[in-house]
C-alpha cells in the first residue's frame, strides 16, 4: 500500500489526533462514553485473547494467532504501533483491513463521538471494536496498548483469556517508577475466573501479578512454577501440569522468543488447542516484522558493503537491550562478523540503559535522529548517551550514510559486518518505509 492509497484515512487519523491535548492520558471514561454512543461493539467481538506486558506483547500474539489459524479459527487481531501504515494495527479474520473499510469506520466513531476530547488510542480502538463486532470471526487477539489497569482495551469485561508478558521498567511517566507499580498496572487486565498466563517475571513483578490473581480468585499459569520451557538441539520443549510437548525452535530469533512462544502455547492449550502439530504450526508460522528482521533488498541493501548481514529491531528498553545482545552474542560465537548499530532513539527511554549491554559486542554505534518525531534525541545526544555507556559512536545523517559510512572501514572488504538497525520502533517503521 502506498501513501496515495491511504489518503483518505491518513487525513482522518490527523484530525482525530486534534481531539485531545495529550498524546497520553490514562483513563476509561472517554471511550466508555464513545462506546455506548456506538452501542457498545466491545460486547460483540469474539472471545478476546487479552494480552498486557512491557516487551513480548506484539511477539507472543503472532505465535497465538498463528497457532489459532493453523487450528481452522479466523482470528482479528490488534496491535500497537504500527510501523508502515497504521492499517496494520486492525486485522480482521486474518487480513488487514482495507483502505476503504477503516476510512468508513474513522468517520463514524469521528462522527459519535462529537468533536469531544478523547485520544488518539481511544478514538483507534473503538474503530478497531466496531469492525471487530462487524465481521465474523472465531476469536480476537487484544493487545494492551500501554499498561493494562487503565489501557482503552480494558473496557472487555470478560475476556476467554488474559497473558501477561515479561513486566520491566519502562514507561514510567504513566505507569509508577517501581516494578512493583508498573506490574501492578499490567495485571488490570486480569479479571475474575478468567484463566491467566504468566510469562518469566522478575521476582517483585510476579509477587505484583499474583498479589492480584489471588485477590480476584483467578487461575494464574506461570512460567517457572506451572510450566517451563527448556532449549534442546533442534528445538525446545515445554512442560506443564498435564503433559509434556517438544516443539521447533520458534520463526522469531532469540532465545527470548522461547519464552515468549511458551506462553503463547500455553495460551493454546488453555483454550483447547493442544494437538501437537497445532503448537508446532504456532512456533514455525509466527511473522513480527522489526523484531530481529532480516532485511535483503531495498536502497540500504544497496548502500551497504557487499556482502553485509542487515538487521533490524524496535526495541527499545533495558530488557530488550539485554535480549537483543544476548542474540547477537549467540550470533557472534556461531558466526563471527564485525558488528556495527545503526541506532536512533526517543527522548523518553532509558538510553544508556538499553545500549550498555552491547559493550564488548559493537565496533561503532552511528547515531542518528528519527525524522518527524518530536521526541527523538539528536545524533549528537545520542552519540553522548553512548559515550555514557562506554561505546564507541559518531553522528550521522541519515542511514545511508552510516550505511557508507561502515563500508568505508578497513576491514569490510575482508570481513562483510553485520549491522543492526535499532533503537525505536518508529525509526524501525521509518526504514521498512522509506526500503520499500
Given at each position: 500500500m502506498t501513501a496515495s492509497d491511504s489518503a483518505k484515512s491518513d487525513a482522518i487519523l490527523a484530525r482525530l489526533l486534534e481531539l485531545h491535548p495529550k498524546v497520553i492520558d490514562l483513563s476509561l471514561e472517554r471511550l466508555t462514553r464513545l462506546l455506548d454512543a456506538l452501542g457498545n461493539p466491545?460486547?460483540?467481538?469474539?472471545?478476546?485473547?487479552?494480552?498486557?506486558?512491557?516487551?513480548?506483547?506484539?511477539?507472543?500474539?503472532?505465535?497465538?494467532?498463528?497457532?489459532?489459524?493453523?487450528?481452522?479459527?479466523?482470528?482479528?487481531?490488534?496491535?500497537?504501533?504500527?510501523?508502515?501504515?497504521?492499517?496494520?494495527?486492525?486485522?480482521?479474520?486474518?487480513?488487514?483491513?482495507?483502505?476503504?473499510?477503516?476510512a468508513a469506520l474513522l468517520e463514524e466513531c469521528e462522527a459519535a463521538n462529537g468533536g469531544a476530547p478523547i485520544t488518539f488510542f481511544e478514538i483507534t480502538t473503538a474503530a478497531a471494536f466496531l469492525a471487530f463486532s462487524r465481521t465474523e470471526a472465531d476469536y480476537t487477539v487484544l493487545e494492551v496498548g500501554l499498561g493494562g489497569r487503565l489501557d482503552a482495551t480494558n473496557v472487555i469485561d470478560r475476556p476467554a483469556l488474559t497473558v501477561i508478558t515479561p513486566v520491566s521498567l519502562d514507561h514510567q511517566g504513566y505507569l509508577g517508577d517501581t516494578l512493583t507499580e508498573i506490574a501492578g498496572e499490567k495485571a488490570g487486565i486480569l479479571k475474575p475466573d478468567v484463566p491467566a498466563v504468566v510469562g518469566p517475571q522478575q521476582e517483585t513483578a510476579m509477587a505484583a501479578i499474583a498479589g492480584r490473581a489471588m485477590r480476584l480468585g483467578l487461575p494464574i499459569h506461570a512460567a517457572d512454577a506451572d510450566w517451563t520451557v527448556r532449549r534442546e538441539a533442534r528445538g525446545f520443549s515445554l512442560q506443564y501440569e498435564n503433559g509434556l510437548v517438544d516443539l521447533p525452535l520458534p520463526a522469531l530469533p532469540g532465545d527470548h522468543q522461547i519464552d515468549n512462544a511458551g506462553a503463547a502455547a500455553m495460551a493454546l492449550i488453555l483454550l483447547g488447542h493442544d494437538d501437537p502439530g497445532v503448537l508446532a504450526a504456532a512456533m514455525r508460522g509466527a511473522q513480527w516484522p522489526a523484531r530481529m528482521q532480516r532485511l535483503k533488498t531495498g536502497p540500504l541493501i544497496e548502500a551497504a558493503p557487499a556482502g553485509a548481514e542487515i538487521w533490524l529491531d524496535g526495541g527499545h528498553n533495558p530488557a530488550a537491550g539485554e535480549a537483543l545482545a544476548r542474540l547477537l552474542a549467540d550470533m557472534e560465537e556461531r558466526d563471527p562478523k564485525p558488528l556495527h548499530m545503526i541506532c536512533g532513539m526517543l527522548n523518553t527511554k532509558?538510553?544508556?540503559?538499553?545500549?550498555?549491554?552491547?559493550?564488548?559486542?559493537v565496533r561503532r554505534i552511528h547515531c542518528l535522529s528519527i525524522p518527524g518525531e518530536a521526541a527523538t534525541l539528536s545524533g549528537g545526544e545520542l552519540v553522548d548517551f553512548a559515550m555514557d555507556a562506554d561505546l564507541d559512536a559518531v553522528e550521522?545523517?541519515?542511514?545511508?550514510?552510516?550505511?557508507?559510512?561502515?563500508?568505508?572501514?578497513?576491514?569490510a572488504a575482508i570481513s562483510p559486518p553485520r549491522i543492526l538497525i535499532c533503537g525505536s520502533l518508529y525509526l524501525a517503521g521509518r526504514v521498512l518505509r522509506e526500503n520499500g
Open positions: 466491545e460486547r460483540s467481538i469474539p472471545p478476546v485473547i487479552h494480552i498486557a506486558g512491557t516487551n513480548g506483547k506484539g511477539s507472543t500474539g503472532a505465535f497465538i494467532r498463528a497457532g489459532l489459524e493453523a487450528a481452522g479459527k479466523r482470528v482479528h487481531a490488534y496491535t500497537s504501533p504500527h510501523l508502515a501504515r497504521f492499517h496494520e494495527r486492525i486485522r480482521l479474520a486474518g487480513t488487514l483491513i482495507d483502505e476503504d473499510a477503516l532509558d538510553v544508556v540503559g538499553y545500549l550498555r549491554p552491547f559493550e564488548g559486542l550521522v545523517d541519515d542511514a545511508i550514510e552510516a550505511m557508507r559510512m561502515i563500508g568505508g572501514e578497513e576491514d
